[in-house]
């Protein structure tokens, strides 16, 4: 009898290929359950490349991104030019080294804060976060659970630098497809700009638009981050791209369906908030996240589920749709509808 080959688990290493002529994925792993990697994007420019977006710091780290580089015939010293589609660990991370390897310059939004602020001070960073949570009538246990996790685990970015320059609407970054232009699209986080190739109609989309819908917002650093997120999407659609180039995944070409199918999520998430805390309030947002999506909340979704609703729940309060009752006695803030 044939032997059947057991379910065979590989290993996670940066892999590259081409996609088009002058155009090449990078396949950095991620040690993040759900997200096994994210790409980074090597354009021809010259003797060398525009890097667009660098990896996760960890160990090892920069030698997948060196095994990726060198599966397409490229090395870390022939990046001309860093941009970075915005400042979360997984496209910001190694900045610093492919900067010190290779004597480029970083391109950034300058609205970075929301990480370097982070990576510069972690315990302050933890502190607020466990205040949002706390806040959002998390009970104390799992939260002291998470706090500890998260001290002294690596931040995932190799060195704080800034950005030699900002990255903002009418700076133009030359490659050998041409010119590549500045979009400014914030929600998924304050410093996240889409870069738009005119000509080739050629989209490098960060984790703006994916091609699995995935909805997540840094809370705490704008007003309204759902809100932002839905303009953005206004503002990519407005391009016409033809073909995306996405921070996670594979590409994808029915770029216009993908900035529909975000909308209506949005839409359909804020519309089921609304619905929840108008039947079920006053209630906090811990309480809220089941009747939202219908499930539990596990350690594996607290994070990324709250946020979002707390995002929802913020608009729907800018829209005067939902007002929120302090807590007292440093209880859980609650959300009830406007009336
Ligand atoms: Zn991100
Ligand atoms: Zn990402």
């Not at 090395?75 to 979360?88: D, I, P, Q, Y």
């Not at 104390?140 to 996790?149: C, G, H, Y």
């Not at 060195?159 to 050998?176: A, F, S, Y």
């Not at 006053?282 to 589920?305: H, K, L, R, S």
């Amino acid at each position: 009898m044939p032997r059947v080959p057991g379910p065979e688990r590989k290993r996670e290493v940066g892999r590259g290929e081409r996609v088009l002529p002058g155009v090449w994925r990078l396949r950095l792993p991620l040690p993040w359950p759900g997200v096994p990697h994210g790409n980074a994007w090597a354009v021809a420019a010259g003797d060398g490349i525009v890097l667009f977006d660098c990896g996760y710091h960890d160990e090892g780290s920069l030698g997948h991104l060196e095994r990726a580089l060198a599966m397409v015939n490229l090395k870390l010293e022939h990046v001309r030019l860093l941009v970075c589609t915005h400042a979360h660990t997984d496209h910001y991370g190694q900045a610093a080294t492919v900067v010190d390897a290779s004597g480029c310059e970083l391109w950034m939004h300058p609205n970075h804060e929301h990480m370097t602020r982070h990576a510069n001070d972690p315990e302050e960073w933890l502190r607020r976060r466990l205040e949002v949570a706390r806040q959002s009538g998390v009970p104390s246990e799992p939260l002291e659970r998470f706090a500890e996790s998260r001290r002294g685990s690596n931040t995932g970015i190799a060195r704080i630098i800034e950005p030699d320059k900002d990255l903002l609407p009418g700076v133009e970054i030359g490659t050998d497809l041409g010119t590549w232009t500045v979009h400014e699209t914030p929600g998924h986080a304050p410093s996240h700009v889409c870069l738009y190739q005119p000509e080739r109609r050629l989209l490098i989309s960060g984790d703006h638009l994916l091609g699995r819908v995935s909805l997540y917002y840094d809370y705490g650093y704008t007003p309204d981050p759902a809100g932002e997120f839905l303009s953005s999407l206004d503002t990519v659609e407005t391009l016409g791209a033809r073909l995306c180039l996405p921070g996670h995944g594979r590409t994808f070409t029915d770029v216009q369906a993908h900035i529909e199918a975000n909308r209506s999520l949005v839409t359909e998430r804020v519309a089921k908030v609304l619905d929840v805390v108008t039947e079920r309030g006053p209630i906090t947002i811990f309480d809220a996240v089941p009747q939202v999506y219908g499930e539990a909340i596990t350690p594996m979704n607290a994070n990324w589920w709250m946020s979002e609703t707390l995002c929802y729940a913020n608009h729907l309060e800018r829209l005067g749709r939902l007002e929120r009752i302090p807590g007292e006695d440093g209880g859980p803030e609650r959300w009830v509808a406007a009336d």
